[in-house]
């Protein structure tokens, strides 16, 4: 069921997605499918957590240092959330996970502590990262509904510029000449280094203090 209504999902979006447009899928009225799910809620319960689960969760590998881990954490849930139309609203829209995702979570974590992380930066630093990639793919999500364009054309660089007073020397004109897409793969590991990179630093500190 959970496949199938990660297809209807692809097809419809978040807000055309419905427990009877689910069962016309199957071929039953409503009521059949309230034997399998209780509420909307549930489905999309499942939903995310057929997400999550598809990125990969897991501690980290054999000689893989927590920086590389959690890079490569990151850029597969990233992958994961994009994979599915609206999949950052499925997921953020989540109530309550299934137990065995939660057990796994818990062994990331746990894999963190042995690297010098005490439970609570631990938890910070994932959620952490969580929130980072839930924001990013939001944005691209949206902006892909209103089927905006990835990168501001020319012309529209050109309007900016004349409404601000440096024009074309603008910092906001030349950042966008120079960094391209904000919402593009360099803006994302630009962030992704910026947390890593904080949480080193967080971690050094945590570790100074014990």
Not at 71 to 97: F, N, T
Request: some cysteine; hydrophobic content about 45%; overall charge negative.
């Amino acid at each position: 069921m959970i496949e199938t209504a990660l297809r209807l999902l692809d097809e419809v979006g978040l807000e055309g997605l419905t427990v009877r447009r689910l069962a016309a899928e199957f071929g039953v009225q409503s009521p059949a499918l309230y034997w399998h799910i209780r509420t909307k809620q549930q489905l999309l319960d499942g939903m995310a957590d057929a997400i999550i689960l598809a990125s990969g969760m897991g501690p980290l590998r054999d000689e893989e240092s927590w920086q590389e881990w959690l890079a490569r954490r990151a850029r597969a849930y990233r992958d994961s959330l994009l994979a599915h139309r609206d999949g950052a609203r499925i997921v953020c829209a989540a109530a309550q996970l299934r137990p065995a995702t939660v057990r796994m979570f818990d062994e990331e974590l746990s894999a963190m502590v042995d690297h010098g992380f005490t439970p609570a930066l631990a938890l910070r630093t994932i959620t952490g990262i969580t929130h980072y990639v839930n924001g990013f793919v939001l944005q691209r999500q949206v902006r892909a509904e209103r089927q905006e364009p990835a990168a501001p054309p020319g012309e529209r660089l050109a309007d900016l510029a004349v409404r601000l007073d440096g024009g074309t020397s603008a910092p906001l004109v030349a950042a966008l000449l120079e960094g391209g897409d904000p919402l593009g793969e360099e803006a994302f590991e630009h962030g992704l280094r910026a947390f890593i990179d904080g949480t080193a630093a967080a971690l050094l500190r945590v570790s100074g203090q014990q």
